[in-house]
């Protein structure tokens, strides 16, 4: 990481480690909290729950690990992925933003989002077109004061050689400063943060402005 952010002339400490741990029993968790790990990344609610209470994680947040819901997110899950995680990576629906804002809204809390892009156009991909973006951003800055976006994610496809990744991330940093200096115009919060890069492409994200990597397979090996 620190080496890919070198080459882009970027500051390694600009660039965070989410773990991937979803799969993963609550030990291997553990390890890699106690090896130095601040930020891990689970794909579904339930078995998230299940392993945080197992850690001990459970009602009181966890005062040194940030925890990010990085799958694809249902709106029947949306009251305990408020309750739960301190980012949520895969908002794609004005439907979806609104049911984590009334949750969210209950608990007096200000839960942090991401807007997830289909940049790449990948029929099985989760997120919005690059063209619907503005309109979800209109919508939470209109009607939900409970959610605070700090950026934009997006996945992309397989590749065998990860330089064939870069058009995709390159195009999402693009974008997404576009749409930050939109949004500042309006007066409307849109952070930095860009959710981008996996175990196969994480160096090329990284040189194309990720701020947020999320790496499983990496670190605990092939699921």
């Given at each position: 990481m620190a080496r890919a952010a070198a080459r882009a002339g970027r500051d390694p400490a600009a660039v965070r480690l989410v773990a991937v741990t979803k799969t993963q029993p609550a030990a291997a968790v553990a390890a890699a909290v106690d090896a130095g790990v601040t930020d891990i990344g689970e794909n579904r609610v339930q078995e998230a729950i299940a392993k945080f209470a197992e850690l001990g994680w459970a009602g009181a947040r966890a005062a040194t690990v940030r925890r990010h819901l990085i799958g694809h997110l249902q709106t029947n899950k949306a009251k305990p992925a408020v309750q739960h995680f301190d980012m949520i990576h895969s908002v794609d629906s004005a439907r979806l933003a609104l049911e984590l804002n009334r949750h969210a809204a209950a608990a007096g809390i200000i839960r942090d989002i991401l807007v997830e892009v289909n940049v790449s156009g990948e029929q099985t991909k989760f997120g919005l077109t690059p063209e619907a973006v503005p309109d979800l951003l209109a919508q939470?800055?209109?009607?939900?004061?409970?959610?605070?976006?700090?950026?934009?994610?997006?996945?992309?496809?397989?590749e065998v050689q990860p330089e064939a990744t870069r058009p995709v991330f390159a195009r999402l940093r693009e974008l997404a400063s576009e749409w930050r200096t939109d949004a500042a115009a309006r007066g409307w919060h849109v952070g930095g943060e860009l959710s981008m890069g996996m175990t196969n492409d994480f160096e090329v994200a990284i040189e194309e402005g990720a701020t947020l990597v999320r790496i499983g397979t990496a670190i605990f090996g092939a699921r």
């Open positions: 939470i800055a209109s009607s939900c004061p409970a959610l605070r976006v700090q950026g934009f994610m997006t996945m992309a496809p397989f």
